[in-house]
């Protein structure tokens, strides 16, 4: 069974700083996407970006972008330029078609 | 991307009694999806519901406590039956579009005194 590790449970990052929260998965496809999504107390789950496997190049998305890393089976999301509206949950993903599964979550501060 | 409107947003159930989650979709789906959320945790699958045929549900769920219907490809409930305190979690729908990913509800927020 596929699963996704996130191995940070907090993580903090001053505004206008840039962080980067791991990721890791297991999987035995070959085919198959990764995501990371952010929920505010809002509890909204919200994509923030998302890579195919097959796919070399990393996805980015403004000041979010991805480090993959297949064959070491990561994903990392580093977040540049850091502003207090980052602030939530961020949950790694992982689908092979159907279903997600889900990372542990990281809940990440901004601090002023 | 696909608009889901999920509701209620939140409610506070006695023990005992049920609950009905809807979620509407914009557009026409194949597959949604239900997960719950328990406090502080990520997110877990319930089941998978296909319009026409019954929802397939993950380890751990029985249709018996989370009832789900699919009665068009916009449209879908979950129900959480007899309900006791440790069903208290939030509970999320899902769709996935091609070239889109996954969008989801709003959530709802379910407390059980």
């Known amino acids: 069974a596929q699963t996704v590790t996130q191995s940070q449970p907090e993580m903090s990052v001053q505004e206008a700083e840039t962080v980067t929260l791991s990721c890791t998965y297991d999987?035995?496809?070959?085919?198959?996407?990764l995501f990371w999504y952010k929920q505010p107390p809002s509890r909204q789950m919200i994509l923030v970006i998302r890579q195919e496997a097959y796919k070399q190049q990393n996805a980015t998305e403004n000041r979010f972008s991805v480090n993959f890393q297949k064959a070491a089976k990561s994903f990392s999301l580093k977040i540049s330029d850091s502003q207090l509206g980052d602030a939530a949950m961020y949950f790694c993903?992982?689908?092979?078609?159907?279903?997600?599964?889900f990372g542990e979550g990281t809940q990440l501060t901004v601090n002023p | 991307s696909a608009v889901i409107s999920q509701k209620p947003s939140r409610d506070i159930c006695q023990r005992g009694t049920s609950l009905t989650i809807q979620c509407q979709v914009d557009?026409?789906?194949?597959?949604m999806f239900w997960y719950r959320q328990q406090p502080g945790q990520s997110l877990t699958l319930i089941a998978t519901?296909?319009?026409?045929?019954?929802?397939?549900?993950e380890s751990g769920f029985v249709i018996d406590k989370f009832p789900i219907s699919r009665p068009n490809l916009t449209f879908s409930t979950l129900t959480v039956s007899n309900m006791s305190p440790e069903d208290s979690s939030i509970y999320l729908c899902s769709v996935a579009k091609v070239n889109y990913g996954y969008t989801f509800g709003s959530g709802t927020r379910l407390t059980v005194v």
């Open positions: 557009s026409q789906v194949t597959m």
């Open positions: 519901a296909n319009q026409g045929s019954e929802a397939t549900y």
């Open positions: 993903a992982y689908s092979s078609g159907s279903r997600l599964t």
């Open positions: 999987t035995s496809e070959s085919d198959y996407y």
